[in-house]
């Protein structure tokens, strides 16, 4: 054992000491010290991860520890992490961090709805860590069921056809990944050879030809359907817009993200030549995904209908990035996978706030609100900002890296599509000032809401965490596209070879 | 004859004895010493359980008309730890004004079955498989009737006896045309005599029909429903996991044994039966209002789940099969639990009566959940590494499509299984079932039951033991 297998012990305490807990207090006392030790943890393996780097580990995966579980299928829990996933468990221990603060408040049930979202983590946490193929597999799925409780006890709306919908078809991604994983498995080794579900080593011997053609479609779509990819895209509204604020800050922040780096772990770097010859088809549909969910957001009313959309849109630019297949572009991904986990938990968590007062999320009820919450106000016009990529935050760097790789392509197909992907720009800054236009600063629509009263404590911790790591990634991008950039390195290996 | 072979069948007998005491017990036991029947049932059937839980070295008796090997101990300790889940659970219903007087007639017929699919599986001749599976059916009948004053009871009886003759009588022909082709009836000189002859197809055909209405594959599923509507619950229970899973056991081993010259046949007709059998029931399952007819739905898709173990004939599914049967169990019988202490305690069956039930039951509720995601295969819980063997042993074998269907299929079983979790968790009623406490018969039970499903799939070494003895085969 070593200490990456904390990342998941650590929600499994958590989720002990909740099941003792008596009231609130305790609940909380448990939240905040575990989530907390989750940042630390996280904040300390990058720097156990760089300082190994600098040492000279050129290690592909780094940590490494090894447990054989089911010895007739070969199949172990295995962990390491390189630059990529410590950038993911860095995201994922920040928005867990700040969930825990957006829920402060949770009426009724609270000691079960943070059992859930526990669990949540340690899936989360635990497909992030891992590297045999049936431990992800596992993680992934752990990470999925809790969803259906935790919006359709917690949610708002219409939370029992929303819960079902998104459930259902994860679960059906992961119907198609499991078909996927099971045909990597099964060619993972040359005839006579023990097969493995080890990534690593099925990276070393190549799958044949006939069978990529088959899996890669299954396990890219399957993985797909989680990032949002057009069109099975269709869970992502509903699902967000019922979520409880901090089930959808951890969704679209951190599980849409799974989706994208399984696409880049297992698809891509599995079956690098079924990617090339494939890669077209799904280039069209990320990239409708990108503008047509950006343009969706452009009719919508409600705040987290909104968002959500330009979730679609942003998570279709991580799957459009992969699908380059170049390094520039791929670091631009995971950038772009980190950037928009941060902003659409700041927005979730700001849209949360916002309706917890005003008990509305249609802008058309709402205007003026600038002057009467600041703070949420300043938070929401930041969050904006990264959003439609002004310099200096975080969303720049990533849409930058990923349009200035894509346009490396010289050939025509390429060129058009990224020409239409980078329209999205212009079109994420349509809806997002009409938003901050519309709810901020307009007149004052409901004189209701002048007695209302800007963030608590809590909030603003919540806040203000999300606002400095984006500011961070903005101010500071080259250390962080250094270490993601030297992890695409084996992809890209795998790619010429 | 040497008498000497009886001591061979070292499972069989102490079940014997276990039975013949119990009946005695209850013809000749003081009102005062009855009192504690239940208790002394369960110790006595226990005991047997341990007693069978040690493998011996493999042997044949009678000159290999009963077989026995160490993969046989795996099954039936499952079987045992199953029936007796299922006795502790039938507490508080024997203990009713009408079942008391009749409780030894339960112990007896259960018995009887278990005896019989003893039997079944170490069968090394068609003779003494027929002799088994019919002790396993007829007995069951009166199982299923034993609330013979209700109507639905009565009446599930009756199916239960007509379609099992049936079913029986069709075995019965092909196995007599069987006979008719190759001249013997032993399975061992079966495998070399069988050459895939028009006759031969059909006679196999006969076969596999009988058995699957013993499984309840569809289309042979009809009486499914209504019978588990009708029997008792705890009859329901026993009809669905251990009769189910023996009779899986047996087909698997008949047709690697008997039949492996015509598997190329065998294994299209499977393939038919499974796509049929998980989607068709799937279907109807969602539409169940009753919480015992939507786990007959479930139990037969799950057999069709079982048979991807069938398909893929080699050793890693006749391992990803047992460990489904014991899964599937443990699932099964801890669903039937909560339904049955419902059921005792308010009558309640139907799905809208379980609205809002977390918040006055939460301990039977949470055990219903896990009990449900494991059916379904949400992982860390144990259904879904049986779920993950069998569509590897079946993938294995390239049926990657099948494996597909399969796993759509699981979506839609998703889909009604959380329609209960749904009802428990998220719907609220201005009645819900008022909050009581189990007898510790039922608690013991589904603790085992949950114990189970939480740690069966994480705890590797229970598959790899399983797998030992599989590879053995």
């Known amino acids: 054992m070593n200490f990456l297998s904390l990342f998941v012990a650590i929600p499994l305490l958590m989720m002990l000491g909740l099941w003792l807990s008596r009231n609130m207090g305790q609940i909380r006392i448990v939240m905040v010290s575990g989530a907390s030790m989750l940042v630390a943890l996280a904040f300390g393996t990058l720097a156990a991860y760089l300082s190994a780097r600098a040492a000279g580990d050129t290690a592909e995966m780094l940590f490494r520890a090894d447990l054989l579980w089911f010895a007739p299928l070969n199949i172990h829990y295995a962990v390491g992490v390189d630059g990529i996933s410590v950038a993911m468990l860095i995201l994922s221990s920040l928005i867990v961090f700040t969930g825990v603060f957006a829920s402060w408040k949770m009426d009724p049930l609270p000691k079960e709805f943070f059992l859930w979202f526990c669990l949540l983590s340690v899936g989360v946490f635990g497909f992030f860590i891992s590297i045999d193929l049936f431990t992800m597999f596992m993680f992934y799925e752990i990470a999925l069921i809790p969803m259906y409780l935790l919006i359709g006890v917690w949610g708002t709306g219409r939370k029992e056809y929303s819960a079902m919908k998104l459930t259902l078809m994860l679960m059906g991604g992961s119907a198609l990944l499991l078909v996927g994983i099971l045909g990597i498995y099964f060619h993972s080794a040359p005839e006579g050879a023990p097969l493995t579900m080890n990534i690593l080593e099925i990276a070393e011997n190549s799958i044949p030809m006939s069978a990529q053609r088959l899996f890669f479609p299954l396990t890219f779509v399957g993985f797909g359907v989680l990032g949002a990819l057009f069109p099975f895209h269709t869970w992502s509204p509903d699902g967000h817009a019922s979520a409880p604020t901090s089930v959808s800050m951890l969704h679209a922040g951190v599980l849409m993200k799974l989706g994208g780096y399984g696409c880049f772990r297992v698809a891509i770097f599995l079956m690098p030549e079924a990617a090339q010859e494939l890669s077209w088809l799904f280039l069209i549909l990320t990239g409708i995904s990108v503008v047509y969910g950006a343009f969706s957001a452009c009719v919508q009313t409600d705040l987290k209908y909104i968002n959500a959309y330009s979730s679609v849109s942003h998570c279709g630019l991580v799957l459009f990035a992969i699908l380059m297949l170049n390094r520039t572009a791929m670091t631009g991904a995971v950038l772009q996978m980190l950037s928009h986990g941060l902003m659409t938990a700041l927005f979730f968590a700001l849209i949360g706030m916002i309706y917890g007062r005003t008990h509305t999320r249609d802008i058309r009820e709402m205007g003026g609100l600038m002057r009467i919450m600041p703070f949420l106000g300043a938070g929401y016009v930041i969050a904006g900002l990264a959003s439609l990529g002004l310099p200096g935050l975080s969303g720049f760097v990533a849409e930058m890296s990923v349009f200035v790789g894509s346009f490396q392509h010289a050939d025509l197909f390429h060129r058009v599509l990224t020409l239409v992907a980078a329209t999205s720009i212009v079109i994420t800054a349509v809806y997002i000032l009409r938003v901050v236009g519309k709810l901020l600063y307009g007149p004052v629509v409901n004189q209701n809401h002048l007695a209302l009263t800007d963030a608590a404590w809590f909030e603003r911790i919540s806040v203000v965490t999300l606002i400095v790591a984006i500011a961070a990634i903005g101010l500071f991008p080259l250390g962080l596209s250094d270490m993601i950039s030297e992890s695409i390195l084996p992809v890209i290996e795998q790619l010429v070879k | ?473």
């Open chain 2, 1 to 473: 004859m040497d008498y000497s072979n009886f001591l061979y069948m070292r499972e069989e007998l102490p079940l014997i004895a276990v039975m013949v005491i119990l009946l005695l017990y209850d013809l000749f036991g003081s009102e005062r010493s009855l009192r504690h029947f239940q208790l002394v049932a369960c110790l006595l059937f226990g005991a047997h359980t341990v007693w069978c839980l040690f493998p011996h070295e493999s042997c044949e008796a009678f000159g290999g008309m009963y077989v026995y090997r160490p993969m046989l101990t795996v099954i039936k300790s499952i079987l045992n730890v199953g029936t007796l889940l299922v006795f502790m659970q039938a507490h508080t219903w024997l203990e009713g004004d009408r079942t008391r007087i009749r409780r030894g007639e339960f112990y007896f017929l259960t018995l009887s079955t278990l005896l019989g699919m003893y039997f079944m599986m170490s069968a090394g001749h068609f003779l003494l498989f027929f002799i088994g599976l019919e002790t396993a059916s007829i007995p069951m009948a009166a199982l299923a009737a034993f609330d013979k004053y209700k109507r639905r009871s009565a009446e599930a009886g009756a199916k239960y006896i007509l379609t099992a003759v049936f079913a029986s009588a069709l075995s019965l022909y092909g196995i007599s045309m069987i006979y008719g082709t190759t001249g013997t009836l032993y399975f061992d000189d079966l495998a070399a005599r069988i050459d895939g002859s028009p006759l031969q197809i059909m006679a196999f055909v006969f076969f596999v029909v009988g058995m699957a209405f013993k499984i309840s594959l569809v289309p042979f599923h009809l009486w499914t429903a209504d019978v588990y509507e009708g029997a008792p619950t705890s009859v329901t229970a026993y009809l669905s996991v251990i009769s189910k899973g023996s009779a899986a056991f047996v087909l698997m081993t008949i047709l690697l044994k008997v039949f492996p010259a015509i598997a190329v046949e065998w294994q299209w007709m499977l393939y038919a039966l499974i796509v049929l059998s998980i989607t068709v029931a799937n279907l109807f399952a969602i539409r169940q209002k009753n919480l015992k007819r939507f786990l007959a739905f479930s139990s037969i898709s799950q057999a069709g789940y079982l048979m991807l173990g069938v398909i893929s004939a080699d050793a890693q599914g006749m391992t990803a099969l047992v460990y489904y049967v014991l899964v599937y169990m443990v699932s099964n019988l801890a669903a039937f639990g909560v339904i049955s202490a419902v059921e005792q305690r308010t009558g309640k069956v139907m799905m809208e009566d379980y609205n809002g039930l977390y918040r006055t039951n939460p301990k039977l509720s949470v055990v219903m959940m896990l009990a449900l995601f494991s059916l379904a295969g949400i992982p860390p819980f144990a259904g879904f590494f049986s779920k993950f063997f069998i569509f590897a042993a079946a993938a294995g074998q390239g049926y990657y499509g099948l494996v597909l269907i399969a796993l759509l299929n699981t979506i839609i079983s998703l889909y009604y299984y959380l329609l209960v979790v749904k009802a428990m968790f998220i719907n609220s009623t201005d009645e819900p079932i008022a909050p009581f406490r189990s007898d510790n018969y039922t608690r013991i039970s589904l603790m085992v039951c949950t114990a189970g499903i939480v740690l069966l799939g994480v705890l590797s070494v229970v598959y790899e033991r399983i797998s030992l003895f599989g590879f053995g085969m």
